[in-house]
Structures are given as C-alpha cells and as structure tokens.
C-alpha cells in the first residue's frame, strides 16, 4: 500500500511534465533558442526574453517558469519597466493557474490588467480578460467566466484611431469558442452550438487550419448529441471524420467523434453498431498508446457487454481497463510512449487547456467505474473473495475522488470569496478618489458626494451579503464533511468487514453474499446522500433498513426493528434531509439495547400531521439516565459527536426553511417512573420533489 501511495504522488508530479497542451492560447517561444541568446541581453531586452522563457514552461516546468518570472519582476522594477512588470504579473497568473491555485492566479491577473489599462494595451488586456475567465471557469464560477468573456471580446471589437479593430479574427473566433464550452457547461445547448456554427462559418472564410475546424465540428455534434437530436449529431460526426488525416493531430482527434458514434448507437439500441465504433477506437487508442482513452473506451465496452448479460466479456473488458489504469500509475503518465505527448487528443484545449488536477479527476473517474463493475461481476460470479478485494479498492477510488473533489471545492470557495474580496479592494479605492475630489470641489459637488454615500453603503451591504453566503458555504461544506466522517465509522466498517471475512472463512458464502450486498449498498447511499440536503424518503428508509440488517448480524438475536409509513405518505416524493435519524438509532443500540438484558425493539415511523412529516424512532432499551452511568465508568470523557452535528445541521437548514424542523427527545417511563425506553421525533416540513 506504502509504494502504492508514492507511485500515485510520483503520477502527480509527473502529470504536470507529462501532459502536452498542443492548442494552448499562450504565445509560445523556443526554449533553446531564448536560453542561446539570455546571457548578452541586458535592460528591458533580457526582461522581455525572461517573460518569453516564463510563459513557454508556465504549464510544463513550473519552478523554472517561476524562476524566470521572479528574474524578470525584479529587473523590471529596477529599471521601473512597466510593461516588463505586466507580463511578469501574467506569467505568475499562468504559472498559478495550471497548478490549481486560482485565488492567487486570480490576484496576478488583476494586477496585470491594472497594469496594461494604465499602460493603454488594449490588446494585451483582452487577453488578460480571457485568461481570468478561463481562471472562473476552472472555479466553476460560470457567470463570471461570462462577464469576463464577454468583456474580452468587447475590448477586441474596438475600433483603434485607424478604423482597425483592436483584436483579429482569430482572437475574436477564440473568444466564441470559450464562450460556447462555458454555455454548454450551464446547460445552454442552444447557445453554445450558435457560436460554433458562427466559429465554423469565419473559418471557412477565413482558412482556419483544418484540426480547428476539425474539434468545432466535432463538438456542434456532441452538442446535438445531448440534447436528443441523435441526426444532426451523427451527421456532424461523420463531417468530422470525413477531414482529410493531414497531421497527427487530426488523426488522433478523429477517435473522439469514433467514441461518440459509439455512445450515439447504443442510446437508439443499435447494439451491435456501437460495439463495432467502439471496439474500432479502442484498438487505435491502445495501439497508438493514448492509455486514459483506452481505459475510457474499455470501460464504454464493458458497460455494454454488462447490461447485455455478457458478463465474460464484459469482465475482459473490465480487467483490460484495470491493466491499462496500472500502466499509466506506473509509467506516471497518460501515454504509453513519448512521441505521442505533444499530440492533441481531447478535443478542448483550443479554448480551455486542463489543469493537471482536473485530468487526475477523470482518471480516478473511470477506475471508480471500473472497480465497481469488478466488483459486481465477481459477486455474480459468486467469486466472494474477489469481490471484496475489488469493493476494496472501489472504495479507495471513491474515497480519493471524494478527497479530489472536497479539495477543489474549498478552493473554489476560496476563488469567489477572494474574488468578492479583490472587487471590494476597488470599490474602496473607487470610493477613495470619489471623496478626494469632494474635498477639492466640496462647494458644487455635495449632492453628488452624497449620492455616493449611498453608493458605497449598498454596494458595501451587497459585499457584506455575499461574503457572508460564501462563509455560510464555507460552513456548510465543513459539516458535510463533519456529517460524512461521523456516518462512515471506522468501527462499524471493520467490523463489517471483519464479519464478512469470517463467513468467507467459515465458507458460509450465502450469508456472506447477502451481508457484503447490503453493506455495499449501505456505504453507496451514505457517500451519495451525504452531499445532498434532501433525498427521497424511500432512499433513506433504505439507508435505514441496511444499517438495522447489518447490526442485527452484529447482534444477533439482541433486537428486532419495524419501520411504518403513513399510507398519505408518497415515499418516492417526499423529500427529507438524509441521515438525519441515524445517530440517535445508533444510540438505541449501543446505549440503549446494548445493555438490556432481554431482547429489545426499535420502532420507526413515518406518519403526516398538519402538513409536517413527523418521523420518530422508538426503543425499549434502558434509558439515558442508565445509559449514561454505564458510559460514564467506561469512558468519562465520552462526547456524542454525531448527535451534536446533527443539531448543527438542524440549525444550518433551519436558516433556509420558512416551516423550521422540530426536534424532541422524550425519555418513556411506566410505574414509580421506571425507564421504558427513548422516543426521538423529528417535525419536518413537508417537501415534495
């Protein structure tokens, strides 16, 4: 496991010299060259050939890169180089970006469109403008990718003193077509495929090279593709194919619409033409050495195979998959040789180069697929030893994605506060200069300066309103987190392991299937549902009866449980937060039944009482009061961690509710107050999907 970790960390790094961005939107020089003529430059001359050396490595050697920008920052403040200052501040920007630090990528930006607004480079501001849209993109700050899109593209159509626009047809088409991916991530099909159409009608005119217009007319297919329109796709996907193969890029981009055509097939039920598509980009893909699509492609085909019931050649498939995510983990690369590193082979990195981060996500993406496939065919197969040791390393994948996408969502909370924070910076300074000259003119300009008093206070309240969302995100996020850790408990998993390892053991392979079945769908709706405020009422009855069957095995013969709900209860409609209940029937059992001499029982139910669904969770067990001396003289300092978050999230979802959910705990007692059990009921607003 040790060696498995460092060969994952040694991927990282070596992802980030790995992956070529062969239609990057950064101008480019040769390395070599620059670093022939560096040592006789001197003044703004070596400034300018630093700043080339820093952009051409930012997204291959970013201690390099930053070394040059560094050299170039300091010479230029030297000679008080302004220009040199700017593009120094853009290549940090660059150098950021790539490694997944937007917040500060975001800062360098702003300080170079600063810089070349004040410098009037119109030019070179645009571009900035895009590369902060780009920047929000990543962040998956879509609005604002827009404004600064569109901000970009308005300083392009501007007219200079000679009647010539600022930007050129290239830079103008490359704002479309970021533009148009930025729309199709929002849902906005239609738009995205009027700006392709438009960036294919310049093109012709304009003779743009045949791999653009190749990726434009492969992506208005795939636009089609998603929005049902299955003949229009497939004719764009064969335009696609129908390129002459004229270089290497071409040659390589041409297995996406391949792929697609795959997809396209098996959604109108043509089975046998979608494998044939299929199989044919699979064999190019693996043969070529581009492993990340082989893998993705492998996994298309067994995914096919599966739901056709061809389980053997679904499982072929699968472990192909499997060998191909091991090649790349141990070459740390997504390639199976060199020569093919600098070749285009996504389709998007015209507009939007990948993050290396963002590619990490999609490989474990697919070997999160690939396990659990694995896995189900080895339980088909009744190989049950197998199938753990596959669930196992679903599990890891789930729990590295889960990590993956945590960490980048803190960081794009991170973007849009530092982002409210920066605006804010220059609304203060705006609000600065406005006061100056209400001192210079206090005389003629007091109702405007008063009028900008009242700028300044709405905009500062709308600041303070938006900051405090993103703090109450930030809050959010971290209870999620908190929830997600307190349901997934290391005791209860290894002991459910453990339990399932003893049957295979003891060769009781019936209980052992039924056991590790229900814990797989255990841990699956408590890793989906703990990500969602509200779930269907069915899926968290679900989650329920698989955590009650799992303790019962525990606890054998030590409690019976019935679950009822109200017949005016629509159980797939209704909506609830999830896991809401758990702690406390986990309380019932360690605490209450546990104890208990005599077999007990806990009752659920879910009934419908003036618009509220009220949901309670009976036991017979000893009680708090004894539960808590017998806790206390086993652990003294004992604090009921889940309880507490589930008060907390209580209170976090009360903020956003107009009917507030109720909750009350109720110790049940008979004669002489003997203690007969807990009651715990939720009131929660009714709530339909």
């Known amino acids: 496991m040790k060696h498995f970790v460092v060969k994952i960390l040694l991927f990282v790094l070596f992802m980030s010299q790995c992956f070529a961005q062969k239609f990057i939107t950064l101008k480019t020089y040769n390395v070599d060259s620059l670093l022939l003529i560096l040592p006789g430059q001197k003044a703004e001359e070596r400034v300018n050939s630093l700043n080339k050396l820093a952009v051409s490595l930012s997204f291959i050697d970013f201690e390099r890169s930053k070394q040059y920008a560094d050299e170039a920052m300091n010479l230029s403040t030297e000679l008080s180089y302004e220009e040199g200052m700017a593009a120094a501040f853009q290549n940090y920007g660059h150098i950021y970006v790539y490694q997944g630090n937007y917040p500060q990528a975001l800062s360098d930006y702003l300080e170079a469109l600063s810089r070349y ?43 200079t003193e000679g009647g010539a626009t600022v930007g050129n047809v290239r830079d103008t088409i490359t704002m479309f077509g970021g533009l148009g991916i930025t729309y199709d991530y929002l849902g906005r099909k239609d738009k995205s495929i009027e700006l392709y159409l438009k960036i294919l009608e310049v093109g012709k005119k304009n003779n743009f090279g045949m791999s653009d217009m190749m990726i434009i007319t492969f992506r208005i297919g795939a636009e089609y593709f998603l929005i049902g329109e299955t003949d229009s796709a497939k004719l764009y996907f064969e335009k696609a194919l129908a390129y002459p193969d004229a270089n290497q890029d071409i040659q390589a981009l041409k297995y996406r619409p391949v792929t697609w055509l795959g997809k396209l097939y098996t959604q109108i039920g043509e089975i046998d033409t979608a494998i044939f598509y299929l199989k044919k980009a699979y064999e190019w893909y693996n043969k070529a050495g581009f492993l990340f699509w082989s893998m993705y492609v492998s996994n298309d085909l067994g995914s096919i195979h ?116 920066k605006e804010e910076q220059i609304v203060s ?114 989650t329920i009866e698989n955590y009650l069957e799992l303790q019962k095995v525990r606890y054998e013969g030590k409690f019976d449980y019935s679950i009822q709900v109200d017949e005016k209860i629509d159980a797939e409609g209704v909506l609830i937060p999830p896991m809401l209940a758990q702690p406390f029937i986990e309380n019932s059992i360690e605490h209450g039944i546990k104890h208990k001499k005599s077999k007990g029982n806990i009752n659920i139910r879910f009934s419908l009482k003036n618009n509220m669904v009220v949901f309670e969770v009976e036991d017979d067990g000893v009680g708090r009061e004894k539960a808590k001396e017998i806790l206390y003289k086993h652990n003294k300092e004992h604090k009921s961690l889940a309880t507490a978050i589930t008060h907390e999230r209580i209170q976090m979802l009360n903020k956003k509710l107009k009917k507030k959910i109720d909750i009350h705990i109720e110790d049940l007692t008979g004669e002489k107050k003997k203690p007969l059990g807990t009651l715990v009921a939720f009131e929660i607003p009714y709530k339909q999907s």
């Open 429 to 542: 300074l705006s609000q600065e200069n406005i006061f100056q000259e209400f001192k210079l003119k206090q005389s003629r300009l007091f109702l405007f300066g008063l009028g900008g008093l009242v700028v300044l206070i709405v905009i500062l309240a709308i600041v303070l309103i938006r900051q405090n969302k993103l703090r109450e995100q930030q809050k959010n996020l971290l209870l999620q987190q908190k929830l997600f850790r307190s349901q997934m408990n290391p005791h209860f998993i290894f002991n459910s392991l453990t339990c399932i390892q003893g049957f295979i053991t003891e060769k009781d392979t019936r209980t052992a299937s039924r056991y590790l079945s229900k814990f797989a769908k255990l841990i699956r709706n408590i890793l989906d549902s703990s990500i969602e405020e509200f779930i269907p009422l069915a899926e968290e009855i679900a």
């Open 117 to 159: 607004e004040k410098l009037d480079k119109k030019h070179a501001a645009g571009w900035i403008c895009y590369h902060i849209a780009k920047t929000h993109f990543f962040a998956r700050n879509y609005e604002k990718t827009l404004e600064y899109g569109y901000m970009a593209l308005d300083i392009f159509r501007e007219r």
């Open 306 to 421: 599966y739901e056709i019931n061809k389980l053997d050649i679904a499982e072929d498939y699968f472990r192909q998959s499997e060998r191909i995510f091991n090649e790349m983990i141990t070459r740390n690369s997504l390639y199976r040789f060199d020569s093919i590193k600098y070749v285009a082979n996504f389709g998007l990195e015209l507009y939007f180069p990948f993050p290396h981060r963002e590619l990490y996500e999609m490989m474990w993406t697919q070997a999160k697929s690939m396990y659990y496939n694995l896995y189900q065919i080895s339980e088909a197969k009744k190989r049950k030893s197998e199938a753990l040791k596959y669930y196992i390393a679903y599990f890891n994948a789930v729990d590295t994605l889960y990590k993956l996408q945590h960490n980048r969502e803190i960081i794009e909370i991170q973007t849009r506060y530092e982002t409210e924070r």
